[in-house]
């Protein structure tokens, strides 16, 4: 059975982003995705994606739900507002609340359809299979490692001690 | 454990070059108005869809990040929904200059009346030249007037 490590990967004042690491992996994939963009974006479009997500989202405005766009149950990619016609890049992530949100890798999307870009839809469908674990382990009140709070996720998932989940 | 490149990351925000942040800032006040007018007036994108006459999945680009938003985009909102999305907002500065332009205009003006009831010689007619009054010539008139 595959497993991943859910923990926080950087706070802003508004959101808390967390990332997984599989358990083959040293990176998360949030940071795995940031190497990747750094090699294959230009500076300025690298520059507006972490403007949109950290400082427009993360500081300003926090997770509200029309920033994202559904592309399947649970999970959702950041809109890009992109700056030229061609800046297909999706940051795979899973919305939790206004103030948490938890960050997979990405790609880019070569095609209409996400089945046209098989690294990217690859990526989705293990991002999907890790948000239903994650959400089936938040859901479990029996389980102490977290614990559903609808007031704040973030006071619940702050704490320091990343954890593991299988899928 | 935080991010391994979380010091790198904050490096670059700092460095985001000024007309990336104005974007970003303003790609997202769009998208807050737009959400908002949705909201309060119980329009659905589909609704949007039908009064804009575009296809349902160019409303969801729209909205979704595929979509460069032009001016021309922007008011076919803004017709639709029936309300102002952006608003040009202008300077102090640039009023002010405007507004010492046209004072500038209207002493030529006064002083040209001053002179064809030969109140005095105070201006040397040759060196006046005369413009249609337009915004746009406004600065060259205003650069050839020489008052003696």
């Known amino acids: 059975m595959n497993s991943f ?14 990332s997984v690491t599989l358990s083959e992996d040293e990176l998360s994939l ?22 949109n997500l950290l400082v427009e989202v993360g500081d300003s405005r926090g997770a509200n739900a029309h920033y994202f766009r559904e592309e399947y149950d649970l999970i959702s990619a950041l809109p890009n507002s992109k700056l030229k016609s061609n800046f297909p890049v999706r940051w795979i992530c899973m919305r939790l609340d206004y103030d948490s949100i938890v960050l997979f890798d990405g790609g880019l999307k070569l095609s209409k359809k996400n089945s046209g870009s098989p690294d990217l839809d690859s990526k989705y469908q293990r991002a999907i299979k890790m948000a239903k674990a994650i959400e089936a382990i938040m859901l479990d009140k029996d389980d102490n490692r977290i614990e559903w709070n609808t007031l704040s996720i973030v006071q619940t998932l702050s704490i320091n001690v990343p954890i593991k989940i299988n899928y | 454990m935080s991010s391994i490149f979380e010091k790198e990351i904050e490096y670059r ?19 807050d108005a737009v959400h908002q007018e949705l909201k309060q007036q119980n329009i659905t994108q589909a609704d949007l869809a039908k009064s ?9 680009k729209w909205f979704s990040g595929d979509h460069n938003f032009t001016l021309k985009s922007i008011i076919k909102l803004e017709l639709a929904l029936g309300c102002q999305l952006i608003t040009i907002a202008i300077k102090e500065k640039a009023k002010a200059s405007l507004e010492q332009t046209i004072s500038k205009q209207e002493k030529v003006k006064s ?18 030249k005369i413009f249609p009054i337009n915004f746009i010539n406004m600065k060259s008139v205003s650069d050839n007037i020489k008052i003696a």
């Open chain 1, 5 to 18: 490590v859910l923990e926080k990967w950087i706070v802003r004042r508004k959101v808390t982003f967390f």
């Open chain 1, 30 to 51: 949030a940071d795995q995705f940031y190497r990747f963009c750094e090699s294959n974006l230009v500076s300025q479009d690298f520059g507006l994606l972490l403007k």
């Open chain 2, 13 to 31: 925000l700092n460095n985001i070059s000024e007309d990336i942040k104005r974007y970003s800032e303003l790609y997202f006040d769009l998208l």
């Open chain 2, 52 to 60: 804009t006459g575009k296809y349902p999945s160019e409303i969801h």
């Open chain 2, 111 to 128: 002083l040209n009346v001053e002179k064809s009831l030969n109140v005095g010689s105070v201006i040397d007619s040759n060196e006046v």
